[in-house]
């Protein structure tokens, strides 16, 4: 696998990313490729997106992770995550990819986890451009995601308070209120291993107000008729899996939803050998690399 470090820009700001391209792409030849996509204040040297794109490279795509802005190496306030920043960070990572020499421009793809997912989902239904979609972990609706994510009333007036207290610090000193990650979106314990490393920890109370108000489920159905793929574990214990079934049922055909049991939240980090045949036997129909 060749690999090559990049930037490209998105709304003046320098973005981060790594392009691989499998070795046996000839002189000329243009291969389909895809945008992987980091998860919740993550980066592109997490397993969620080395792992998919080792698996996408050996089947023969291209492939370019990045950092988002504000995350990993990219430029940006650092730590400041806002929902429709991301989305726009993604249609320039498209733009530039399309004039990559190995990529055939009118075939790229988005595969993102988790708060990628959601991301994922969004720029499909918001770009022609994108070939095809495939969600792992995600989300479309921010504030019932919340919900099952700080489910007690204790949880959910802790939750909200937070979001008031972040619009009223900003109101009267014109600066954001951090926040720390796991009061944003709990994440346990056990689980905590799985983020990668310089994570980031804290938020501007705006990231979290931006996912409250954040609906991929309004632009989903505008993926068809390019293919979707949204997987998920069945007993996701950090983004509940009803979000990719609420997804699916707002989806357009073709769409695919496969419910993974035995796992957790982090799916393609675990290296799930399960997960990657349902992904290679839909990619081979929906969106081959050759």
């Known amino acids: ?4 470090s990049v930037t490209f820009p998105s709304a003046g700001l320098k973005l981060s990313g790594t392009v691989r391209v499998p070795d046996d792409v000839k002189a000329g030849e243009k291969r389909a ?4 996509l980091h998860g919740f204040g993550s980066n592109k040297d997490s397993g969620n997106v080395n792992a998919p794109s080792k698996v996408l490279g050996e089947l023969g795509y291209v492939t370019l992770g990045f950092d988002m802005r504000g995350c990993g190496k990219s430029e940006g306030e650092f730590g400041r995550v806002i929902c429709l920043e991301q989305v726009e960070d993604t249609r320039s990572a498209l733009t530039f990819l399309q004039k990559h020499p190995a990529v055939h421009p009118d075939r790229i793809a988005v595969v993102g986890s988790s708060f ?3 991301v994922a989902v969004y720029t499909g239904g918001v770009d022609e451009r994108v070939a095809a979609v495939i969600s792992n972990g995600g989300w479309g609706d921010g504030e019932r995601k919340f919900r099952g994510q700080h489910k007690s009333p204790e949880e959910w007036a802790r939750f909200t308070k937070m979001l008031n207290d972040g619009r009223d610090h900003r109101a009267k000193t014109g600066k954001s209120l951090m926040v720390p990650r796991y009061d944003i979106v709990p994440i346990p314990p056990h689980l905590r291993n799985n983020l990668a490393q310089n994570s980031i920890h804290e938020f501007p109370a705006e990231t979290a107000q931006s996912m409250f108000d954040f609906r991929a489920d309004e632009v989903v159905g505008k993926i068809a008729p390019r293919p979707l793929l949204l997987i998920h574990a069945s007993n996701d214990s950090v983004t509940p899996t009803e979000q990719s079934v609420e997804l699916f049922k707002r989806a357009g055909q073709p769409a695919e939803l496969h419910l993974f049991s035995n796992v957790d939240h982090f799916l393609f980090a ?11 036997d839909w990619l081979a129909k929906y969106f081959p690399a050759r």
């Open 1 to 4: 696998m060749q690999q090559e």
């Open 33 to 36: 490729a895809f945008l992987v």
């Open 116 to 118: 990628g997912g959601a």
């Open 270 to 280: 675990e290296d799930n050998a399960r997960v990657w045949g349902v992904m290679r």
